[in-house]
């Protein structure tokens, strides 16, 4: 079973461990260009420091920019940007992840560890993460199945 240290090591050697960042002065527009042109869901919101300040995802450009009939192009990310960010460490359990994706209905959790931030975790991470622990759980059955 992969741990979230795993999965990042993993996303890095797919090239994909880069966290995208905006600030809160960000327009939403130009948010919206960032997670398209990198395919991506979310993205974190840093201030100053560089801590985490929010996270703004494709959800929240639906609730509140197009159904709050906002202009992208003039709507600070500061505006629209969930403020109350839960996260996760390096060494915390995929299944509470899980568990707290399905509890609030998110999608993503950045990883915090003592230096800042240190990734993203999405819901296609953990099916990823899955979907490796079933064939790891099925290779070995097919094998003890031959050895018997």
């Known amino acids: 079973m992969f741990t979230v ?14 966290v995208a960042t905006v600030t809160p002065g960000t327009t939403v527009l130009d948010a919206a260009r960032l ?14 420091d560089g801590g985490v300040a929010g996270i703004i995802t494709e959800r929240d450009f639906l609730r509140r920019v197009i159904a709050a009939e906002k202009t ?30 399905r509890e609030k209905r998110i999608r993503h959790l950045p990883v915090i560890d003592e230096r800042g931030l240190h990734g993203m975790i999405s819901i296609g ?6 979907s490796q622990n079933l064939s ?6 097919e094998s003890y199945i031959r050895s018997a």
């Open 5 to 18: 240290s795993q999965l990042l090591a993993h996303k890095q050697e797919a090239g994909t461990r880069t």
């Open 35 to 48: 997670m398209n042109d990198q395919h991506i869901g979310s993205l974190v919101v840093t201030d100053a």
């Open 72 to 101: 992208p192009a003039e709507t600070p990310v500061r505006d629209v940007m969930t403020r109350d960010v839960l996260t996760c460490s390096p060494h915390t359990k995929l299944d509470e992840i899980r568990g707290v994706m």
């Open 125 to 130: 991470d953990l099916n990823f993460a899955e």
């Open 136 to 141: 790891e759980q099925v290779n070995h059955l």
